[in-house]
C-alpha cells in the first residue's frame, strides 16, 4: 500500500550513473523515433519527430548534462509532459518504476543545475532531474524578435496590384524541351508510382492511383504530345492539376523552377500552330537562350479523362474537404526537408555564374544576375552552420522577395510543391524556440514520411546580418576608383552574365 508519504519514480541510466524523474511527469517511453535535425538550436536538441501526430521535441539527456553522446541500441525515449509541454529525452536505457519514501530523499552534493536531490537505497544512488529545467527556453519573445514586419493596408494593396501584373509558371521537362503550367493550376507535384491499369481508355492514361480521397488518373504528357517514349527513373514526377473541381496526374521528366514572369512577356502561340487548330500550347515564354512552352490544360484533358476522376465515397471525405490546405515548396537541404508557403517564392532556378564580393560576410555566398537585377544569394548549408558538399545538377536557388528586395537561398534540391492541411500543422515546440533556429522556423508540419520544418524566409538573416548585407552591396556598387574598384567591376559582370 502506498502511504502519502512515498512517491514513484521512473529511473533510467545515462553513462555510468542511475537517474530519475517523478512517475507523474513521464507520459509514456518509447523506441527511439526518426528525428528531422533542426538547424542552429542548441547541441543538445537533437531535432523533432511525429509521435502519432504530434510535434515531438528529442533532447538529448547527455549532451544536456555535458557529456559525450553516443547512440546505443538500447536507448529510449522518456515523454514527459509539463504544464501542457512534451519532450522527449533519450536516455541509455530504462531501468523500472521504484517506489520512495521520504526517509530515502536526500540533498544532493553536487552543483549540477538539474540534480537537487537524489534517492538513496542499500545498493545504489539515483539523481532525480529537475523536469522544469529541463524545458527551460530561455526569453522566448526576444528570440523571435519583437519588431514589426507587418505593411499597412495601402501597401499590401499596392503590392497585390504588382503582383497581379506577374504569372508564376512550374516548368518542367519533356523529351529534352520545356514546358510549363501556371502555378495556380499546380495543386501539388508528387513522385512517380506505378498506377493501376484501366482498360478501355486512351493510350496516353497509364491508369489511376489513390491520392487520399481521391481517384487520381494518371496521364502520359510524353504520349499525349506525340512525344517518344521515356524510361521512368528518379527524376519522374507527377503534376497534379486541379481543374473544375477534379484533378488529374500528369508524368512529366523533371521539375525545373518555379519562375515569374510578366503578363506581357508571355507571347502568342507561332501563326503555324494557331492555324493547325492544336489549343495545347497557350503561350511562348522566352528566358535567355530557352523557349518555354505554357500548356493549356484545359485542352489537354479530354472527357474521357475527366470521368475518371472521382472523389471516394467515405465518410470522411466531407470533413477532409472543409480542411483548408496550404501549397508550400518543399525543399532538402542535408538530410533534412524544408518547405516555404508558395506564395512566399518569387522563382527557383539553377545555379549558374556566383560573383563573389571581396570583405563580404561569410554567409553571403555572392551575387547572381537574374533578369538584369543583383540578386545576393546565401548558402543555406552554411547558414545553418552544415558542412559543404559539391553543387551538382539537383541543386537550386530559392528566390523570395523581402522588404520588395530579392535574395536568393542556395539549397541542395526542391522536391516540388505539397499541399498540407491546416490541422496537420503545428506550432514549434517552446524547447526548440530557445536557439536561433526559433527565429525563422516558423511551423512544424506532421506528415506520414516525417516532419517538415516550415520556414519564414524572410527570418533567415537576423536584423543585424540584413543591414550588414544591404551596406556590403551597398559599398560594392559604389567604392572609389577604378583601379581599386574590384567589387563595383564584380557587380557590372555580373549585370552582364559574365
Not at 529525452?89 to 544532493?108: C, F, N, P
Not at 519583437?146 to 505593411?151: C, E, I, L, V, W
Not at 514546358?179 to 492514361?205: G, K, L, M, N, S
Request: no cysteine; hydrophobic share 40%; net charge negative.
Amino acid at each position: 500500500m502506498v502511504t502519502a508519504t512515498e512517491e514513484k519514480y521512473v529511473t533510467f541510466a545515462i553513462a555510468e550513473e542511475m537517474y530519475a524523474v517523478p512517475v507523474a511527469f513521464v507520459r509514456e517511453i518509447v523506441r527511439v523515433p526518426k528525428v528531422t535535425r533542426v538547424p542552429l538550436v542548441p547541441g543538445y536538441i537533437r531535432g523533432v519527430a511525429n509521435l502519432r501526430g504530434e510535434v515531438l521535441p528529442v533532447m538529448s539527456i547527455r549532451r544536456r548534462l555535458g557529456l559525450e553522446e553516443e547512440d546505443l541500441e538500447t536507448a529510449k525515449v522518456v515523454v514527459l509532459d509539463w504544464k501542457g509541454r512534451t519532450l522527449g529525452i533519450v536516455v541509455d536505457r530504462t531501468a523500472q518504476v521504484v517506489q520512495v519514501g521520504e526517509d530515502q530523499m536526500e540533498d544532493a552534493s553536487t552543483t549540477s543545475e538539474f540534480v537537487r536531490k537524489v534517492i538513496r537505497t542499500e545498493d545504489q544512488l539515483q539523481m532525480i532531474l529537475e523536469v522544469e529545467k529541463l524545458f527551460a527556453v530561455g526569453v522566448l519573445e526576444e528570440r523571435r524578435g519583437m519588431g514589426s514586419r507587418g505593411t499597412d493596408t495601402a501597401e499590401k494593396q499596392e503590392e497585390a496590384k504588382q503582383i497581379e501584373e506577374y504569372v508564376q509558371i512550374v516548368t518542367f521537362s519533356l523529351a529534352g524541351e520545356e514546358y510549363a503550367f501556371p502555378i495556380q493550376e499546380v495543386q501539388e507535384i508528387i513522385r512517380y508510382a506505378r498506377p493501376t491499369e484501366v482498360p478501355d481508355v486512351p493510350p496516353h492514361v497509364k491508369g489511376v492511383i489513390h491520392l487520399r480521397s481521391t481517384v487520381l488518373p494518371i496521364i502520359d504528357l510524353r504520349t499525349m504530345l506525340s512525344l517518344p517514349a521515356a524510361t521512368v527513373d528518379e527524376f519522374t514526377k507527377v503534376i497534379v492539376l486541379r481543374l473544375a473541381g477534379k484533378q488529374f496526374g500528369l508524368i512529366v521528366d523533371r521539375i525545373h523552377e518555379v519562375i515569374r514572369v510578366k503578363k506581357v512577356e508571355i507571347q502568342k502561340p507561332p501563326v503555324l500552330v494557331e492555324r493547325s487548330g492544336r489549343k495545347e500550347v497557350a503561350g511562348i515564354v522566352r528566358k535567355g537562350d530557352q523557349t518555354i512552352m505554357v500548356l493549356n490544360s484545359d485542352a489537354l484533358l479530354s472527357g474521357e479523362v475527366t470521368d475518371l476522376s472521382r472523389e471516394e465515397d467515405r465518410g470522411e471525405t466531407k470533413a477532409m474537404r472543409r480542411e483548408v490546405e496550404t501549397q508550400h515548396i518543399i525543399f532538402r537541404v542535408a538530410d533534412e526537408r524544408y518547405g516555404v508557403p508558395i506564395e512566399e517564392v518569387r522563382e527557383i532556378n539553377r545555379i549558374t555564374t556566383i560573383t563573389r564580393i571581396p570583405k563580404s560576410p561569410d554567409f553571403l555566398e555572392g551575387v547572381m544576375n537574374l533578369r538584369g537585377e543583383v540578386t545576393p544569394i546565401v548558402d543555406l548549408r552554411k547558414r545553418f552552420g552544415l558542412p559543404q558538399i559539391q553543387r551538382d545538377e539537383s541543386t537550386r536557388i530559392i528566390v523570395t522577395e523581402i522588404e520588395g528586395k530579392k535574395t536568393g537561398f542556395i539549397v541542395d534540391s526542391v522536391e516540388g510543391v505539397e499541399k498540407i492541411v491546416e490541422s496537420a500543422i503545428s506550432a514549434v515546440p517552446e524547447v526548440i524556440l530557445a536557439g536561433e533556429a526559433g527565429r525563422f522556423i516558423e511551423k512544424i508540419a506532421r506528415l506520414e514520411e516525417g516532419v517538415i520544418l516550415i520556414l519564414d524566409m524572410a527570418r533567415i538573416l537576423s536584423e543585424q546580418e540584413t543591414r550588414t548585407l544591404e551596406e556590403t552591396l551597398e559599398r560594392s556598387a559604389g567604392e572609389g576608383t577604378p583601379k581599386k574598384n574590384v567589387a563595383k567591376k564584380s557587380l557590372k559582370r555580373a549585370l552582364n552574365g559574365e
